[in-house]
């Protein structure tokens, strides 16, 4: 076989990462997430969704209550509820990566299954984040709200 060589289409490094190229604008670091509007600066709310081993990566939540990699947690359920506070005598360890664990036992009692999306709300001054599973929220706001008969019912 012969025949011209083609040169590979990989794309030259531009120097080192990070640095700013001429003419273009430096960028700006994206926001954080924070309190809402109206609401305490003490409270963040964060969605989740549980994966197979019980995890919930929500890194605006973990990183407003400032718990780090090994702080000792306690976590209980009430009211399928589950709260989770930091706690030196606490059974589980915080893990590296920003996220929650919740064991299975305390995810039965609250009816929280794989692939549940839930609300978790960082109560900053109680060093506590409450996960409620959106089904628990749903039964609230139907409760609380004047809502169409055919939002009573959840699929």
Do not use: K
Not at 22 to 34: D, F, I, K, N
Not at 84 to 112: E, F, N, S, Y
């Amino acid at each position: 076989m012969t025949g011209t060589t083609v040169a590979p289409v990989i794309p030259r490094p531009s120097g080192r990462a990070g640095a700013q190229r001429p003419g273009r604008p430096a960028s700006r670091p994206l926001p954080l997430a924070s309190a809402l509007p109206g609401l305490p600066d003490t409270v963040v709310y964060g969605l989740g969704r549980i994966d197979a081993s019980g995890r919930i990566r929500e890194r605006a939540v973990v990183a407003a209550m400032g718990w780090a990699s090994g702080d000792r947690l306690t976590l209980t359920a009430d009211g399928g509820v589950v709260l989770a506070r930091r706690d030196p005598g606490g059974m589980m360890v915080q893990p590296a990566r920003p996220c929650l664990v919740i064991p299975a036992p305390l995810r039965r009692r609250c009816g929280m299954s794989p692939g549940d999306q839930v609300l978790l709300a960082a109560l900053r001054r109680q060093d506590t984040v409450a996960i409620w599973p959106l089904t628990a929220l749903h039964e609230v706001l139907v409760a609380l709200a004047p809502v169409s008969p055919s939002l009573r019912s959840w699929p």
